[in-house]
């Protein structure tokens, strides 16, 4: 029993090491010479103007929520896909009817302008 | 093969750590966490008995329960932001105007 | 092919119900200011419903390989939830428009928590009970929360919402527990062998769970803290309609899962039903002598009739089921006209309604004021109402089945409540009005009042109407 699992313990100390060992390389490596440019959030970029600690827009919090919803009923085709099949017209017929409410539901969604951007 | 019982003993813990956790604690969001722990400690139970009985049913009920929790998720933190948004506070302490 | 036809005719109330809200959805989206137009297209669907309710009333038996009731229990308990959602749809027209929240999507969701209902109390299945109790949870979170600028809304919807979630959370676990002892969610099958489960841990501990979800969702004490504030906070009409049709399904699926029809649970929970009853009878009754708000005092109320119905479930006989069935039809139209008449009282007033500002009604709005105390009589339980009958139905059933000692804290519930509800009579034709301004109320709104009205009347004077059909439910 506890023979077969000797290889995952191999890989769990395989996988510790290298991600220890290749995260402290550059360190132990690389010569270290800091400036105030390289400090900076972005060293070639942009100035940050501001802390990230803000509120977010709302838009950003709808398109979460649909996201949720119209994502977790494709759990519901895979099952249907897999037994396609055998389950012939019945099951078509009634996989056109939950595509069906779901779509009355997208047009409503795109109608209230809750994914418009702008 | 891991006997049944201990899904069984740990899906009941994590009901139990998600009641507690809907009891004492009084963030809003918080506290919708805990109830999502519930649903997801039940649903580990339908896997467990599904597996258990050779019965696919079980399964098929963890997708409803999962749309079902999404859709409660989506109206959950649409009542939240409401209230955020007229009293700046998701603390249900704060949410007192109503009381005999 | 054919079986799917089939299917779908036998279950003609719920697919219209279906239907109608995609259609009202797709007439909001493409047309703007249309709310009244949604509100008159839901009031139609819903007759055509309440049709292919009557329609499919000899068509008893299962659909979708025995899924979901047809026929019988489930289009009579349709054509209930059809009624309660009609009635508020047009109370609502003139009352939504005053506090500012005339949004079209109110139709939609009073039309999809009534499929929710309707999938709720004809399930056959624990899964589909499960559905159904969830999209009309679901539906009536976000409309206790409508009104989204008013603080009370917001409390209300978060509290009923966390609460509900809570609740379900148990009710699915019992579901889950029921599911590992009996190997399946079939009612019929898990009935069958009930008996010889009956001493089995685990599935008497899922029995227990969702005995826990029902009695979180009818609203009887130890499980009622939501009750009162919810009541409270969310608008009055939505508050009528959770009162009545969501109640009503939720005892329509508690009788089906645990009493009349199945009885999965073999009698055993009799007693818990019985002190279930006694807190709630108890609790609302006398609580509600205290309250100051119109609303709250309903909640009680409210709590307080949910035990007498409990009454009629612990007795458990053919007779006190069809008692429940006839309570809960005359607590509908009861409760959704008192809760109108508060809903118009508020649009008067500007604010939440206290007893004191029915002050001086009966002589300002005498129309008003008279059906006020109509559907107050109602719900004392005074002949010839039909509120008098669904009490005396239980009653006589729970004592024929022994269970007089509950039938006698009933009787003397039922008095203490004769104080509060008079009360407020006393207020409307003995004080005299501040400063009020009638508003007028429209045909619509009137012809709902109306309506109620009628029903609190036929039934009381006729009650064999009802308790006839009732018989011969399953």
Partial sequence: ?118 | MIPISHYLILSAVMFTIGCAGVLTRRNAIIIFMCIELMLNSVNLTFVAFSAYLGDSAGQIIVFFVMAVAAAEAAVGLAIVLALFRNKKSVDINDVNILKW | MQQLLQDTLATAPLGVTILLSLVVILLHSFVKNSERAQAMVSVAGLAIAAAAAFWTFPMRGTAFSGMVMTGGYASAMSVLFIAGAALTILLARDYLGKIGADFGEFHILVLLAVTGMMAFASGLDLIVTFIGLEVMSVCLYVLAGMTRGRLEANEASLKYFLLGAFATGFFLYGIALIYGAAGTTNLAAIAQSASARAQDPLFLAGCGLLLVGFAFKVGAVPFHMWVPDVYEGAPSVVTGFMSTAAKASAFAAFMLVFIAKFDIAHGRISLALAMLSVASMVLGNVVAISQTSIKRMLAYSSIAHAGYMLIGLAAGTPAAISGVLFYLLSYLFTNIGAFGVVSIIENEKQENVSIESFAGLGTRRPLLGALMSLFLFSLVGLPPLSGFFGKYYIFYAAIAEGYTWLTIVGVLTSMISIYYYLRVVVVMYFRSDTDATAVPVTTLGTASLLLSAAGVLVFGFFPRLITDIADTLF
Avoid: C
């Fill in chain 1, 1 to 118: 029993m506890i023979e077969s699992y000797i290889p995952i313990f191999l890989i769990l100390a395989v996988a510790v090491v290298f991600g220890v060992v290749s995260a402290n390389m550059s360190w132990l490596l690389g010569p270290q010479r800091p400036n105030r440019a390289k400090n900076s959030t972005y060293e070639s970029g942009m100035e940050p103007v501001r802390t990230a600690h803000d509120r977010f827009s709302v838009k950003y919090y709808m398109v979460a929520v649909l996201f949720i919803l119209f994502d977790i009923e494709v759990v519901f085709m895979y099952p249907w896909a897999v037994q396609y099949r055998n389950l012939g017209l019945y099951g078509f017929v009634e996989m056109v009817v939950f595509i069906g409410i779901l779509l009355v539901g997208f047009v409503y969604v795109i109608k209230k302008g809750a994914l418009q951007w702008d």
